[in-house]
């Protein structure tokens, strides 16, 4: 094994991801090398001056795991369609026609003209001719 598998392998190795042959060819050659020995020894430096994860306090697993669990279910569209919206909806608008006609019928009649009085459509439509015929007529 030359130098640069090595130091492809190094990370691996000391994460002890190598399998046993592998494993076995880089010892052998950071016993035999002492550029990949001070390789591994800076990379053995670096990871002992991070620290690792902060502890978590007791129950933190199980409750991220239930909100995980939580928010992984699906939720209702705002607008989905189900049965009983539908329903609903049109006893609310049974209801609303139902008291619409109600005041409808129970309020006061409008005023019926005599028959042989004439409606006040009918004087609107003759003053409009007497108008109209003025206009033509100057
Ligand atoms: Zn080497």
Same mark, same amino acid.
């Given at each position: 094994?030359?130098?640069?598998?090595?130091?492809?392998?190094?990370?691996?190795?000391?994460?002890?991801?190598?399998? &046993?042959? =592998?494993?076995?060819?880089?010892?052998?050659?950071?016993?035999?090398?002492?550029?990949?020995?001070?390789?591994?020894?800076?990379l053995k =430096?670096?990871?002992?001056a991070i !620290? &690792? !994860?902060? !502890?978590?306090?007791? &129950?933190?697993? =199980?409750?991220?795991?239930?909100?995980?669990?939580?928010?992984?279910?699906?939720?209702?569209? @705002?607008?989905?369609?189900? !049965?009983?919206?539908?329903?609903?909806?049109?006893?609310?608008?049974?209801?609303?026609?139902?008291?619409? @006609?109600?005041?409808?019928?129970?309020?006061?009649?409008?005023?019926?003209?005599?028959?042989?009085?004439?409606?006040?459509?009918?004087?609107?439509?003759?003053?409009?001719?007497?108008?109209? =015929?003025?206009?033509? &007529?100057?």
């Amino acid at each position: 094994m030359n130098c640069a598998s090595v130091k492809k392998e190094l990370q691996a190795y000391l994460d002890h991801e190598l399998d &046993g042959q =592998a494993e076995q060819a880089v010892a052998a050659h950071l016993t035999s090398c002492c550029a990949c020995r001070d390789q591994a020894a800076l990379l053995k =430096a670096i990871r002992a001056a991070i !620290p &690792g !994860p902060a !502890p978590v306090s007791a &129950g933190f697993t =199980a409750r991220l795991q239930a909100k995980l669990r939580q928010r992984s279910q699906p939720r209702e569209p @705002l607008w989905s369609f189900r !049965p009983w919206k539908l329903a609903l909806a049109a006893s609310l608008a049974c209801c609303l026609l139902v008291v619409a @006609l109600a005041v409808r019928l129970s309020g006061p009649q409008p005023p019926r003209s005599a028959p042989d009085e004439p409606s006040r459509w009918q004087d609107v439509a003759s003053t409009d001719r007497c108008l109209v =015929a003025d206009c033509k &007529g100057s």
